[in-house]
């Protein structure tokens, strides 16, 4: 199947700051990627959807300035948590879609463990 | 509003046992209905997923029921093995849109 990356698998950084995490589609190209947070033990909850050439769309909630998202290309995505703070502390996952033969299917990455000091 | 509704929440099983999660669904646009699982520390991974238009797929030990008049699907692992303790996500979406998940199964395989 297909391979979505994610960088980095783990970041620490003081409150305040900004972190970007990049989430890359390996073997496919991906118009659109998706962006979840998920708390300990429960359901991924979706945050955005990027759009490749436009502006991502985001769930209601999700403040786009605090989330920033940049689709830069048809196999990148990237998500810029900006002055983080400690209740910004999660699990960040991406995944895209992709079409094989009519079979339509999302690939996750193996996921960004932000803990925000 | 829960678009994919799952339980049990936990769900503990002998070795060589039968695990059973259940979703149901309401949006009868929704044509493709897949389950991931999920170890601690990971992104979820596609583990086998089934179209409206079969009641049943079946891949090695993971076998999905599908009750399209009900709106409810199934995940049975039958031999369930210790390996097999995860989390485990139904979703369902209308093919090329966006993706919905059940709140989550977290299965323990006890030896």
């Known amino acids: 199947g297909a391979v979505v990356s994610q960088h980095p698998s783990r970041v620490i950084c003081k409150s305040g700051t900004s972190v970007k995490i990049e989430c890359r589609s390996l073997?496919?190209?991906?118009?659109?990627m998706f962006w979840y947070r998920q708390f300990p033990k429960q359901s991924l909850m979706l945050m955005a959807t990027?759009?490749?050439?436009?502006?991502?769309?985001?769930e209601q909630g999700v403040e786009k300035d605090k989330f920033l998202i940049n689709h830069a290309s048809l196999t990148l995505s990237t998500l810029t948590v900006t002055s983080a703070h400690p209740e910004d502390s999660s699990f960040y996952i991406c995944?895209?879609?992709?079409?094989?033969?009519?079979?339509?299917?999302?690939?996750f990455g193996p996921g960004t463990r932000l803990t925000v000091t | 509003q829960q678009q994919v509704k799952q339980s049990p929440q936990s769900l503990i099983v002998q070795k060589g046992g039968i695990s059973i999660i259940n979703c149901a669904y309401e949006?009868?646009?929704?044509?493709?209905f897949p389950w991931y699982q999920q170890f601690p520390g990971k992104g979820p991974a596609l583990l086998i997923a089934?179209?409206?238009?079969?009641s049943e797929k079946k891949e090695g030990r993971f076998t999905i029921s599908f009750n399209k008049s009900a709106k409810q699907f199934s995940l049975h692992i039958m031999d369930s093995q210790p390996g097999d303790s995860a989390t485990y996500f139904c979703?369902?979406?209308?093919?090329?849109?966006?993706?919905?998940f059940g709140t989550g199964t977290s299965l323990t395989v006890i030896p």
């Open positions: 949006n009868t646009a929704f044509d493709y």
């Open positions: 073997d496919f190209q991906a118009t659109t």
């Open positions: 089934i179209r409206p238009d079969v």
């Open positions: 995944s895209a879609p992709d079409w094989t033969g009519s079979r339509y299917e999302q690939y």
């Open positions: 990027s759009n490749e050439g436009s502006k991502a769309t985001y």
């Open positions: 979703a369902a979406t209308a093919t090329g849109n966006q993706f919905y």
